[in-house]
Every structure is written in C-alpha cells, then in structure tokens.
C-alpha cells in the first residue's frame, strides 16, 4: 500500500494525496445507473475510474461507447499491462477480468468468480491490495453479492465505501447485501448524489488504515490475486485462507475450501472458481435443476419405450413379457410425475422469493 504512480493527462507521473482510484461494481439495471452516475463527472477529474459490469460472454461490449456518450470523462476497454491515466474510465472487457496493479491495468482471462467474468471482487481486492486508503468503492444497482467482500477489503485497508441506496436501486440486492456485511459503510447515497460526492472526494486527503488485519489481509488478497491473473499456486496455500469444505466445485467438480473472512462466507476451489454462500447455492439449486430436467426425460422416454415394447409383446401374443412391459412404464411414469411436482414446488418458490 505505499504510494504508486498514475500518469495524469499531460503524461506526468505523481505521488498522488487524494483518492485517484474509483473502482465501481454493477449488476442488473447497471446500465442506466451507471449513465446517470459520469452524467456529472468533471473532465478534470484527478481520479482514474474502473467499471465491472456483469455481462454475458455473448454481450456486443458496447458499454465503454455508452458511457462515453453519457459523460465528459473518456471511456474504454484497456489493454493487458496498459498504463493507468487520471480523467479517464476503464471499462471491464467481456469475458475477462479487470485487475490493477502498481500503476498498471490487467485484462486477464482467470477463473469464474461469483459465477461471472468479469466479476467485482477481483477488481475491488486488487485496488485494495495495491491502492489502500486512496481507493474509493463502489456497489450499485445488481442481483445477490458479488462485490461484498472486495468492498470489505476496501474498507479495511482504508479505503472510501460507497453504496448505492438500496430504495434508489433498479434491483436492490446487491447494495442491500454489501450494508448488510460490510459494517460502517461510509456513504450511503442515491446514485445522483454519488457523482457530487466523487467531486469531493477525490480532492481529498485518504487518511491512514489502523487495522491489525491488514498483513493477514493483504496475504489473502495476494493469493486470491493469483488465481485471478491465472497464476494456480500450490494447493496448500489455500489452506493458509481456508479450510476444505464438504462440498464440491460446481463448476469444475473439485475440492471447495470455506474462507471465512466472518462478515462474508465464501468457497473457492485450486483452480480458482470462488463463490460466495449465496452465489454457491443458486449454482447448486440451477445444478440440481439441469439434473432433474434430465432424469425427467429419461424417465419419460423410458416410459414410451416400455409402452411400445407392451404392445409389441401383446401383438406377438407374450402377454407375460407385455405385462412386465407395462408394469416398468408405469413405475417410471411415476417417477417422472413425482420429479414434476418437485419441479413445479421448486419453480413456485422462485417467484415467491
């Protein structure tokens, strides 16, 4: 967390004293919310500002244009190793994960977090890990989590936390989340006030981390880092974070370890996939619905095949055979019936939630 150099737009380095890092986190209804927030932004913004916005792997990737022409600061998909300029808007590629380092950007394909990539933690953990006290976090509009515990990190090694009102929220859940985990969030604010706020802050001196955390923390966020940038370690460092868990990796099907970092429970597995317990479990129940949709049609092709091979039996006169025919098509009829009202159950819950 010593002091690290951007560049300013006239290509000087400096040692800033102000906040000069914005890191910004955004889900669902993060579009709109995030054209009104640079709406104001001043060009002379002595800041350089990082956005992750959850996206599909098959999104055109035209929010860097969007942003662009909502506000006065420059928007754009950097590049892997790209230097970091004050007055100027770093948008989350699609598909790749948004890091920053020691006056660099990194553009890197790592591991799935939180079920997405890119994904909020890892930009909001390095930013914390290489910026400290100068880094300013943001949560906004978006479903479940992601984001929580990188905020968290801000937080604790002296950052600024900022969250969107969860009332002022086209979806709620992920600023309500980020209050209900990470404790003294500094601001809690609709977004249009958000932009006055960064005006102001960013002029301003950080004040020093006091924490006794910090050397564990910042252990932990080097090696969740790591993983990020796709450099795998040993396996047994994890258990330096973490302890294994009795659950698998949805996604790859290893060894889950539980890192509890007390506000915010999360799973991560050795090749890096990192989830928290929210996120962990909306993956298991889509997993589990994948699997019963497919037991489901087997059972009812099953059934049609037995029905086929009855009648097949009765028309060469083998009752015998055409009655055990018939017997398995109604056992796995029965089968299939009890999977959808399983299905119907866990669907009527869903809307309920």
Known sequence: MNNK????KDGHHHHPDNHDIIVIGASAGGVET???????????????????????????????????????????YPQDGELIQEGHIYVAPVNFH??????????????????????????????????????IGIILSGMLDDGTFGLLAVKRLGGVTVVQDPADAPYPD???????????????????QISLLLVKLAREVPALPLSK????????????????????????VLNTI??????????????????????VLRFRCRVGHSYTAQ??????????????????RILEESASINWRLAERAKEDNNLLSASGFMEKAVETEQQAAFIKRVLRRSKALDEQD
């Open 5 to 8: 150099e951007i560049s300013s």
């Open 34 to 76: 995030l054209q009104r927030l640079v709406r104001d932004l001043p060009v002379d913004l002595p800041a350089a500002i990082f956005v992750v916005l959850h996206t599909s792997a098959e999104s055109p990737g035209l929010l860097h244009s969007i942003l662009n022409q909502a506000g006065n600061l420059p928007a754009s």
């Open 98 to 135: 948004l890091l920053v380092e020691q006056g660099i950007i990194r553009v890197v394909r790592g591991p799935k977090e939180n079920r997405h990539r890119p994904a909020i933690d890892p930009l909001f953990r390095s930013a914390a890990r290489y910026y400290g006290p100068r880094v």
């Open 174 to 192: 992920m600023p309500a989340n980020a209050l209900r985990r990470v404790e003294d969030v500094d601001y809690v604010l609709p977004v249009a």
């Open 213 to 236: 955390e910090i050397p564990a923390l910042i252990h932990q966020l080097k090696i969740e880092d790591d993983f990020a940038l796709s450099n795998i370690p040993d396996h047994e």
């Open 242 to 263: 973490g302890k294994p868990a009795s659950i698998a990796c949805p996604d790859c099907h290893g060894t889950l370890w539980e890192i509890n970092n007390n506000e």
């Open 279 to 296: 996120n962990l479990l909306i993956e298991h129940s889509e997993s589990l619905e994948s699997a019963l949709y497919a037991a489901l």
